[in-house]
T-cell receptor, first 113, second 114 residues
Framework: AQKVTQAQTEISVVEKEDVTLDCVYE???????LFWYKQPPSGELVFLIR??????QNEISGRYSWNFQKSTSSFNFTITASQVVDSAVYFC??????????FGPGTRLSVLP | DTAVSQTPKYLVTQMGNDKSIKCEQN?????MYWYKQDSKKFLKIMFS???????INETVPNRFSPKSPDKAHLNLHINSLELGDSAVYFC?????????????FGSGTQLSVL
């Protein structure tokens, strides 16, 4: 069975602080894909990044970075120098090959000015 | 052009009514989905559909039914609406590649059952 856990329900930070959103997943498959989505207050779901189970290379893209560790089944997401516009609910998702997307419960990030 | 569009954005209706939400994607994707997001923001798969197969989440009441007139459309019909059906419903699509690509989501339909 697939499962995604985001232990942090809500996080509040002050603008310009760095913040890491945690994601832990469970799957028995060896081929799977991990995603992060952002849902701003306007409600749409915005794709941020995907990783497959064979690519543990971590990446930095602007203020965003991702840390994928198969050994701990974690796929964490960090925002550097947070901004008010980063305030949103962030979802981690898992997809086994040929199956549906399974989403975590989300982490609500509030960035205060 | 919007990649995945769904209408209406807001739907307010009385208990017992039947309603539909339309979804269209212009990405040429083979797989489409309906997700339900409850008041606590949990996103749960309701259906996935490609040219060959409809996969239904067994927890979805049979009052909900997807209708796909063609590959680009997957509409959601709901019969005998109940208060608990109030939620945001998202349509999404992805290529039929098994999993490598992300899903593209519509902007959501907020359903309120009174």
């Amino acid at each position: 069975a697939q499962k995604v856990t985001q232990a942090q329900t809500e996080i509040s930070v002050v603008e310009k602080e760095d913040v890491t959103l945690d994601c832990v997943y469970e799957t028995r498959d060896t081929t799977y894909y991990l995603f992060w989505y952002k849902q701003p207050p306007s409600g749409e779901l915005v794709f941020l990044i995907r990783r497959n189970s064979f690519d543990e290379q971590n990446e930095i893209s602007g203020r965003y970075s991702w840390n994928f560790q198969k050994s701990t089944s974690s796929f964490n997401f960090t925002i550097t120098a947070s901004q008010v516009v980063d305030s949103a609910v962030y979802f981690c998702a898992l997809r086994n090959y040929g199956q549906n997307f399974v989403f975590g419960p989300g982490t609500r990030l509030s960035v205060l000015p | 052009d919007t990649a995945v569009s769904q209408t209406p954005k807001y739907l307010v209706t009385q208990m017992g009514n039947d309603k539909s939400i339309k979804c269209e994607q212009n990405l040429g994707h083979d797989t489409m989905y309906w997700y339900k997001q409850d008041s606590k923001k949990f996103l749960k798969i309701m259906f996935s559909y490609n040219n060959k197969e409809l996969i239904i989440n067994e927890t979805v009441p049979n009052r909900f039914s997807p209708k796909s007139p063609d590959k680009a459309h997957l509409n959601l019909h709901i019969n005998s609406l109940e208060l608990g059906d109030s939620a945001v419903y998202f349509c999404a699509s992805s290529p039929a590649d098994g999993g490598t690509a992300e899903a593209f989501f519509g902007s959501g339909t907020q359903l309120s059952v009174l």
